[in-house]
């Protein structure tokens, strides 16, 4: 199964890799979504993976337990990046509207 | 434990919750001005309480350490957290003076208030993944701080930093994830405590790499800096003066907190890596800062010179190299808050920060031009200023840890910040004012979406502009005066982060 999720991960972040070095914002933005789903997996691959067990112990109770950390952290990870996207998504279009263009080659008056 | 450690966090929580349904400009500033003063006695009440009786800290909701989260202040993180405090003050009065009521109506200073929040919550985390949260709230505020306004320029510069800095925290989530896969804890102290019972191998230095691109890349340094010249000359001048002072800094305060407390081991890769990117970021700065026209460019490719020496310090890893380091820090964001401040309100006041269309300014105002001149001179580390110990107290560190590559680097750099520093100061104050260019209307600069043009001249007041200025100048000056105290203070911060066990020891209980 770890296996499975590595080559999935790994998959997301050359999916990810490639499409950010696109020149397009929206592709761009695809690709960081993507990087931070494989971030996600990651996090939640590394915490152990586990069928069946229950995350806390009650007195008396024996046997494997599944970590529950890595999923809590997930979940403050998938909230960030949920805003976050929705800004960066109202801000390409923004720059879209302005700039006249989703090409990133045509955004360098700031850089001269 | 020490409950009130919560405040820095707080505070500013509150001002920018009020500040959220305030409509008016007048009560929004005193609610501002109220958050960032109560912010200021607090940083510099922690400061004293610190030095005193030591490192404080407490577990929220009672949950002992290492399970729940920890907040802490010790030395460096007071000095943090009064510099913050007492940079976001300065900044807000320059804000009231400069910037045009509609961003102060559009929720500007809540803004102001949450990534004052994000960057006192990255000062007093005391577990790693909390820090990430706190660099994501510092972040989103920053993000809306960038971009408030929408003028072309802004969203330009603002896509650049947004994205740049989203791929950094990917990387920082992804290098958290492996080290709880590695440790099965995110507490620094008890993370420290599993790290130091093993030698470095593979995967701490691979981690160690994670966190230093992450890191790298907040605090902009070679090669990851090329974001901070494409974006922060353009928001309004306030923004980047406090951007300018703090945000990088929060990059370096990382790395400063992180690398002792969980590669410190005997023989880590990092710090003669961090040494190496040192001194090529103070020269790849220091020569960008050269071939700039615009007063806001220059001084920001010399933020990524100065964080040179401060990675300097770390890179060292001696006492004195990371004493040297934090003062270089206290000095650093001072001065530079100053220098972006004043440059910018030249920027203000003419409508351009070009520098082949400003002149004659040390005639016209001549206050501005001394105002200038005390963080210049400072900057590039003439004496009495604060610069000049902060400098020779890195390179005392250089020499006695037998660096001398960096030692004479670092020399010329100054060198360099202060050809670059005369030619603001001849190019601004000095020259005759050049005479209106026929091809480009009436006004000179007024361009309209040119890189040079300003992005809002604002209601421009001149004491509101120069006011505080004057108090950074101040500042600088003293910190100069009273060197001494300044790294006495340094030296103890240093030795505790170069102690972690006993900051361990506090957390964890024996």
């Known amino acids: 199964m770890a296996m499975v999720m590595a080559v999935v991960i790994g998959v997301l972040f050359a999916a990810g890799v490639y499409l950010m070095l696109r020149r397009s914002i929206v592709k761009l933005l695809l690709g960081l979504m993507l990087l931070s789903h494989g971030a996600n997996l990651l996090l939640f691959t590394v915490g152990g993976l586990r069928r069946g067990a229950p995350p806390l112990w009650v007195d008396g109770m024996h046997g494997p337990v599944a970590d529950p950390l890595p999923q ?41 | 434990m020490t409950p009130h450690v919560v405040l820095p966090v707080l505070l500013p929580l509150a001002a920018a919750v009020a500040a959220l349904v305030i409509r008016r400009r007048r009560p929004l500033r005193v609610v501002a001005l109220g958050g960032t003063t109560l912010g200021v006695l607090y940083a510099l009440y922690a400061l004293r309480l610190v030095w005193l009786e030591g490192p404080v800290y407490t577990a929220l909701g009672h949950w002992p350490p290492p399970y729940g989260i920890v907040l802490a202040i010790d030395l460096f993180s007071a000095i943090m957290l009064c510099l913050a405090a007492l940079t976001s003050w300065v900044v807000l009065l320059y804000a009231f003076g400069s910037l045009d009521p509609r961003r102060e109506r559009h929720h500007f200073y809540a803004l102001y208030m949450l990534m004052l929040m994000g960057v006192n919550g990255a000062f007093v985390a005391g577990d790693i993944f909390n820090l990430y949260v706190w660099f994501e709230v510092m972040l989103i505020a920053s993000f809306g701080l960038m971009t408030l306004g929408g003028e072309r320029g802004q969203l330009e510069g603002g896509l650049k930093y947004v994205v740049i800095n989203l791929v950094s925290s990917t990387i920082f989530l992804i290098a958290v994830g492996l080290l709880y896969g590695l440790t099965g804890t995110l507490n620094l102290a008890d993370l420290h405590r599993v790290l130091s019972a093993q030698p470095a191998s593979a995967v701490t230095n691979a981690l160690a790499m994670l966190f230093l691109v992450t890191f790298g890349i907040k605090a902009a340094v070679f090669p990851l800096f090329f974001w901070l010249p494409a974006s922060y000359h353009t928001p309004p001048v306030a923004v980047t003066a406090l951007f300018g002072g703090l945000l990088t800094k929060v990059g370096v305060y990382a790395m400063y907190r992180v690398f002792p407390l969980l590669f410190g ?55 004195a190299g990371l004493a040297g380091g934090i003062l270089y820090i206290m000095h650093h964001i001072i001065v530079k808050t100053a220098l972006l401040m004043i440059g910018g309100g030249v920027e203000l006041l003419n409508g351009t920060g070009d520098l082949r269309l400003l002149g004659d300014e040390q005639r016209r105002r001549p206050w501005y031009g001394l105002l200038f001149l005390l963080p210049a001179l400072s900057l590039a580390g003439i004496p009495p200023f604060s610069g000049f110990f902060s400098k020779l107290a890195l390179l005392m560190a250089a020499l006695d840890a037998g660096r001398y590559e960096v030692a004479v680097t670092s020399l010329a750099v100054s060198l360099l910040t202060l050809l670059s520093m005369s030619k603001i100061w001849s190019e601004v104050f000095w020259k005759p004012a050049p005479a209106p260019d026929p091809t480009s209307g009436a006004m000179p600069g007024a361009t309209g979406d040119a890189p040079g043009a300003v992005p809002t001249a604002g209601r ?22 009273a060197a001494g105290p300044g790294l006495r203070l340094a030296t103890a911060a240093a030795a505790q982060l170069m102690a972690p066990g006993e900051y361990a020891g506090l957390v964890l209980g024996p």
Do not use: C, K
């Open chain 1, 72 to 112: 809590a952290l997930i979940l403050t990870a998938v909230v960030i990046g949920f805003g976050l996207i929705a800004f960066t998504l109202v801000l390409a279009y923004r720059v879209d509207e302005v700039v006249g263009s989703d090409d990133l080659d045509d955004m360098r008056s700031t850089d001269r």
């Open chain 2, 265 to 319: 081991a005997e023989g880590s890769p990092v710090y003669p890596l961090l040494l190496l990117i040192a001194a090529l970021t103070m020269v790849v700065g220091v020569l960008g800062a050269l071939a700039q026209d615009n007063v806001r460019r220059i001084l920001s490719f010399h933020i990524i010179s100065q964080i040179g020496y401060m990675v300097m310090g770390l890179g060292l890893y001696t006492v």
């Open chain 2, 460 to 481: 421009a007041r001149g004491w509101l502009l120069a006011g505080p200025v004057a108090v950074l100048a101040l500042l600088t000056v003293s910190l100069g005066l």
